[in-house]
């Protein structure tokens, strides 16, 4: 079922070995990755210093962009949790005094999202 919550626009865990693996370059010393999922391509990275959004573009994924969120930099966020008729999950994260989101993602029926808002808190109230 792994593949296809995964085309159905749900997150699934990814190892933290494989994850370090694979952002390597991106990691800085002394950056550990604690927490991270996999949506279809993309990353959502919690590390003990920042949140990493990894979005894999075009038809090979090999054009990447890497966001990177110092978690001292977001001010707020929001969960909206899937319902009866409303299938889609929300978060949403908005940087420093922006009005709008930076960040809005979506994920259908996803059982993660108590476990990324609990993790963002955590990471964004220490």
């Given at each position: 079922m792994g593949l296809?919550?995964?085309?159905?626009?749900?997150?699934?865990?990814?190892s933290i070995a494989a994850t370090e693996k694979e952002l390597a370059d991106v990691?800085?010393?002394?950056?550990?990755?604690?927490?991270s999922f996999v949506l279809v391509r993309d990353l959502m990275v919690f590390?003990?210093?920042r949140l990493i959004?990894?979005?894999?573009?075009?038809?090979?994924?090999?054009?990447?962009?890497y966001k990177s969120l110092p978690y001292k930099?977001?001010?707020?966020?929001?969960v909206e949790t899937s319902g009866h008729f409303d299938l889609e999950a929300e978060l949403h994260i908005w940087i420093s005094?922006?009005?709008e989101?930076?960040?809005?993602?979506?994920?259908?029926?996803?059982?993660?999202?108590?476990?990324?808002q609990k993790a963002l808190a955590a990471a964004v109230l220490r």
């Open positions: 296809f919550d995964g085309l159905m626009g749900n997150a699934n865990d990814k990691l800085i010393p002394g950056e550990e990755v604690d927490l590390t003990n210093k959004l990894v979005d894999k573009q075009g038809m090979t994924g090999k054009k990447t962009e930099s977001i001010s707020r966020f929001s005094s922006a009005v989101p930076s960040v809005s993602l979506q994920f259908r029926k996803d059982k993660h999202i108590v476990t990324i």
